[in-house]
């Protein structure tokens, strides 16, 4: 169907049919006027029927450096992104996969998101109804009596009465707000993917806090022993009078402090615990059986690439895509309001069969119908309509700062995930061969003093150094997956909009 050039021609050409169709037959023409504004319906959608208002909204190209500025990591700044959907299983730890699912259900930040977004569906089903007539129905029913000095006279009366409505889109404002609407629905749900990265980057943190602190406690309790075991030698030695009491008290003093750092450790993986409880709401003792599952090892991440081009990364964000879709909802909403400024044309129409009959005679059939344009034009509102076109073009400028400042916000934490993992990459060799090195040293000093060729306060020094580069290795392997997390969360998490 050939959408009408003006107005006028629409108007005559309807009441042409009209008048054919009264000539034709009596009954046809009521049903015609409520049926024809539901055929032509189809040809004003999406856009104006004279024209749309407003400016033709353009996605703006991200404000990013050409190339990424950040060292490229192995196996992280190369080729394409990759397929991040499932990337949490690829990680081959059913524990860490049952909080997320546990997570991603409790948290109120992805439950509040995806109540946005029925709300933005609700709200575009309402903007879509707009290009449709209206259509109401109603019964009636009355009996009453009357008289003219004689016998009353008893009269019964029942009525259908169909109304419809419907407003044509002269210059897009209907357009326009569905054009809103739609915006804002793909904005909203790209908001409730970001909650659900965010959710997942945050318990995975978590987790991986909670299994380094296993692993320190692992160290110290090694250490712990190793202390406790070497001050029982000494007093035996003591007894036998080969060593003497300063060595023994410095030899306590040591165990001492390995069960201090122990119990210290303990407490800080308990907190751990509380706060993996608050995150996926599981009961303590059930959280604490399923992290008994599996020994105390750091999470393995999967490594992935990424694309080069910034811009084409940045993209891949949730957050940024909700924030382009909050400038193409505000470019429209100024169309919308600058339609207000314009005429508004509606056609309307109503059938209204009665039934009666008096003193129970036959019933007999009354009809009546009307239908209509009605055209309104916005004479003066003080400035009214002219200032909410300028307060939509502000919200526009707002929503263009803010996709700016996502997108330098995306390219920040991206930078920083490749700083991270880089620097990472360059330590931890080294850290791994000093660890190494560290346990000879202190393990040479022990023997000397066994031997009594050396003393015990650089034994135990040595092995307060070799226990400190042990959690040295293990704080920088946390920080390589903790570097991966974020990249994860930097890129989007495997996130893409629907084309």
């Not at 997942?200 to 075991?229: G, I, K, M, P, T």
């Not at 009491?245 to 402090?257: F, T």
């Not at 694309?307 to 895509?321: K, S």
Request: charged residues 20%.
């Amino acid at each position: 169907m050939n959408r009408p050039k003006t107005v006028g021609y629409a108007v005559r050409t309807l009441m042409q049919d009209l008048a054919i169709k009264k000539v034709r037959t009596a009954y046809p023409t009521p049903a015609l006027l409520i049926a024809l504004p539901l055929l032509l319906s189809g040809c004003g959608m999406q856009r104006g029927w004279l024209t749309t208002v407003g400016p033709e909204y353009q996605a703006p190209t991200p404000p990013t450096e050409k190339q990424w500025q950040a060292p490229p990591p192995a196996l992280a700044h190369q080729g394409k992104l990759t397929e991040l959907a499932q990337w949490w299983e690829q990680f081959h730890d059913p524990v860490l996969s049952r909080l997320l699912a546990a997570a991603q259900a409790e948290s109120a930040s992805v439950a509040n998101a995806k109540a946005r977004i029925e709300q933005s569906r609700s709200s575009l089903v309402g903007t879509d109804s707009q290009f449709l007539p209206s259509l109401d129905a109603g019964l009636n029913a009355s009996r009453s009596s009357f008289s003219f000095g004689q016998a009353p006279f008893i009269r019964n009366q029942y009525s259908f009465d169909v109304q419809s409505s419907w407003e044509l889109d002269l210059f897009g404002g209907l357009a326009r707000q569905q054009e809103a609407a739609r915006s804002q629905l793909a904005s909203r749900t790209a908001a409730w993917h970001d909650a659900r990265v965010a959710v997942a980057a945050e318990l995975a943190n978590a987790y991986l806090a909670q299994r380094y602190c296993e692993a320190q406690v692992q160290l110290r309790q090694h250490d712990a022993d190793s202390r406790q075991a070497s001050a029982k030698l000494l007093d035996l030695a003591a007894s036998a009078g080969l060593r003497n009491s300063a060595d023994v008290a410095l030899a306590h003093a040591s165990a001492s402090d390995g069960k201090t750092a122990l119990w210290q450790q303990q407490a800080q993986c308990d907190r751990s615990v509380k706060s993996l409880v608050a995150m996926t709401g599981l009961a303590e003792k059930d959280l604490r059986q399923l992290l008994a599952q599996s020994t105390a090892s750091l999470p393995k991440p999967p490594a992935f690439a990424i694309n080069a081009v910034p811009a084409q990364t940045v993209l891949q964000r949730p957050d940024v895509a909700a924030a382009e879709r909050d400038m193409a909802e505000a470019s429209a909403k100024i169309g919308a309001e600058q339609a207000k400024r314009y005429p508004k044309l509606s056609l309307s129409g109503n059938i209204t069969p009665v039934l009666q009959n008096v003193n129970g005679s036959a019933l007999t059939l009354a009809e009546t119908w009307s239908f209509g344009p009605s055209l309104s034009l916005p004479l003066f509102d003080a400035g009214k309509r002219a200032a909410n076109v300028e307060s939509a073009k502000a919200n526009y400028i707002a929503t263009v700062a803010q996709f700016r400042s996502t997108v330098r916000t995306a390219a920040k934490e991206v930078e920083d995930a490749l700083v991270r993992l880089a620097s990472v990459d360059q330590r931890l060799p080294q850290t791994r061969s000093a660890a190494k090195d560290y346990q000879t040293n202190f393990q040479s000093s022990q023997q000397l003093y066994q031997a009594g060729l050396g003393n015990l306060l650089d034994a135990e020094t040595a092995r307060r150094t070799q226990v400190a580069a042990d959690l040295a290795v293990k704080d920088l392997e946390q920080e390589r997956v903790a570097a991966w997390i974020a990249l994860y969360r930097a890129v989007g998490g495997g996130w893409q909009a629907q084309k």
